[in-house]
């Protein structure tokens, strides 16, 4: 790139950072309910031409432990041992006062991640696309050698580290994706996602009490279901943990420590279904779950920082519960399929 391409090319992405400064994301529709926005980089992981090459130590995945959707892909990565083949950079659970909504790395040193020698999110996704206009969202794969975003589809990319990745799994890494289930897998991942995922997001964000109530009702109506569901099988599929259970886990992690209040999602705490509660308590004692939960962060998150709204006053009471002991408690679960191990091996 001449020096003149360079100057033109950072003017246009200072351009696209003061209209994204100057202008929220529009997610709130005219009834007061919340669309969250669509990914931008959706490219698929793969061998045919077109796909991004699977290769261990090209791709650097940038997460917060605050966020679930980012939280999914760091539990199968771990799960799966691809720790050695995608490098993992953590920005901070508080969002960056800076006018506009991104995620920032000042947990690390000189407030840059390590790995990519950037200070923001965003910064990887203007490398890739200086008129990116949405907001900066984890997870989001990137390309070390370039510092741009290529892949931030969180609802596919955990089955890509599942199936396309496979060659640098680790030995006995367990089939959390299964050929002969993918299509339940996907049926109840897509109402999870809906009602429970985006369910309490559609709770917290909405801009009328009509869009709350709509979706709180579609929310515990799921929850309710899936608790009947789980008295009957330990795992959402059966005796073994897939994807899917990695999806539900996510958010029923965060429910009692911030939904609950910080998105009115109050009717019942997760603690308070019988099944629901023993099956989150299953997970989190599993390999990969519990140690990347990071219960400080998520509170940190949806108590004292902002989210969608930039112009947000600033929150400073961090709610002191609740109690965490809970969650190593026996949960007896499986007694319901008989079965010790929780993984179906390849």
Known sequence: ????????????????????????????????????????????????????????????????????WAHRSVIVRKVLGLENAISLGTASPLRPRIGRVDWAFSLDDNSKDPGLDIQYISDVYFNADADYAGRPTVPVMVDIEKKQAVNNDYFKLTHYFETVWSPFHKQNAPDLYPEHLREEIDAISDVIFHEVNNGVYKCGFAHSQEAYEQAYDVLFARLDALEERLSKQRFLLGDYITDADVRLFTTLARFDAAYYTAFNTNRNLIREFTHLWGYARDLYQTPGFGETTDFDAIKRHYHTSITINPDKDEVSILPKGPDLSAWETAHNREQISNKQEKFLIK
Do not use: H
């Open 1 to 68: 790139m001449s020096e003149k391409e360079q100057v033109s090319c950072e003017i246009k992405v200072d351009n696209a950072r003061s209209n994204n400064n100057a202008k929220k994301p529009e997610e709130i529709s005219a009834d007061g309910s919340f669309k969250r926005q669509q990914n931008r980089f959706t490219t698929p992981f793969g061998n045919e031409p077109g796909e991004l090459p699977v290769e261990a130590g090209r791709y650097r995945l940038l997460w917060s432990a605050a966020c679930p």
